[in-house]
């Protein structure tokens, strides 16, 4: 069954290729949060791509897609939707923000102020909305693309860590070679790919592989072995705030993507190992005394990575 997974995720990784070029490996990232039914934050300095990749995959996917642009003045109304009087019936009607999607793109989530930002929680974390006391379900599969500039840019506003650790990966895209860099100039010289991508898979056959890749198996090893990273994030001296459990789930889930992607119904000591810094590092919170030694939350979880015993465990036996 993982190979239908696998399937799949290459035609998205194909799709979304032709629009976001010499990215490969970051694309990947974005295909396995969708799998494991993870929320996604892209985080550059502008210019690298971070919106047309959102766009690329949320058109490939072929769910029903919602941007907004968040700004200053966003109200969580504005996101989530408001009940508005009608006259005739006397009553209060909800009217649906943008959130009752798919995929919502939050374009430039920092602009906005954090009381904007925190509408987007409870949707995240349990997949509804409430609003003046009245709880309403959104569509599944559903999941959030949110973009950043680094907080250091100007107009920024610093999302709190409630609202950083409910995106189960971080990517950054970085600048492109110069040779891919003249591909990209060929590749957008006449008109934009993105105008002529179709979708390459569906709302139900991706929530089918999400299924099957919450199935897919994970050693009793394994999952001590993310708990013992997660762990070792909190204890580190120079860090103020690690990990959460919602950081070791999240290792697991990724995990298991990644063994979907590849076609393997198992885990590989790899798979957590290598997606860790992606989903660990935007969770760490420093001391100042180590920033100022110059010191990076990648470098601590580098540190753990290096440091922490590694399991030999793999394919389930018969």
């Known amino acids: 069954m993982t190979h ?22 970051e694309v990947e990232l974005c295909v396995i949060a969708l799998l494991c039914r993870g929320h996604l934050l892209i985080e550059d300095v502008p210019g690298t791509g971070k919106t047309m990749l959102a766009k690329a995959l949320a058109r490939a996917s072929g769910c029903t897609f919602e941007r907004v642009q968040f700004t200053p003045d966003l109200l969580p109304g504005d996101v989530t939707g408001v009940s508005v009087y009608n006259p005739n019936a006397r009553t209060f009607e909800f009217r649906r923000g943008p959130i009752f999607t798919q995929v ?55 999302l709190p860590e409630a609202q950083v650790d409910r995106f189960l990966l971080r990517v950054s895209l970085g600048y492109l070679p110069g040779n891919e860099e003249v591909a990209m100039l060929d590749r957008f010289q006449s008109a934009s790919p993105l ?20 199935n897919v198996y994970c050693d009793a090893s394994l999952k001590d072995y993310c708990v ?3 762990h070792r994030t909190r204890d580190h001296p120079d860090v103020a705030l690690g990990a959460s459990p919602r950081a070791s789930l999240g290792l697991l889930h990724a995990g298991q993507a990644r063994a979907a992607i590849a076609g393997r119904d198992y885990v590989l000591p790899d798979d957590i ?38 399991p030999m465990a793999g394919r389930r036996l018969a």
């Open 104 to 158: 919502l793109l939050a374009d430039e989530i920092n602009r906005a102020t954090p009381k904007t930002q925190s509408a987007l929680l409870e949707a995240m974390e349990e997949g509804q909305v409430t609003v003046d006391g009245t709880t309403h379900g959104l569509p599944m599969p559903f999941i959030v693309i949110a973009t950043q500039n680094p907080i250091e840019l100007g107009g920024t506003f610093p």
């Open 195 to 214: 105008v002529d991508l179709q979708p390459v898979t569906s709302a139900d056959e991706i929530a089918a592989a999400q299924t099957q890749t919450s």
């Open 228 to 230: 013992r990273v997660v």
């Open 273 to 310: 190992k290598d997606i860790a810094p992606h989903v660990l590092t935007h969770r760490v919170v420093l001391r100042p005394n180590a920033e100022l030694r110059g010191l990076s939350a990648a470098d601590v979880v580098d540190q753990v990575l290096d440091t922490e015993a590694v």
């Open 4 to 25: 239908d997974v696998q399937g799949m995720a290459r035609r998205l990784l194909d799709c979304v290729g032709t629009v976001i070029v010499g990215k490969e490996a």
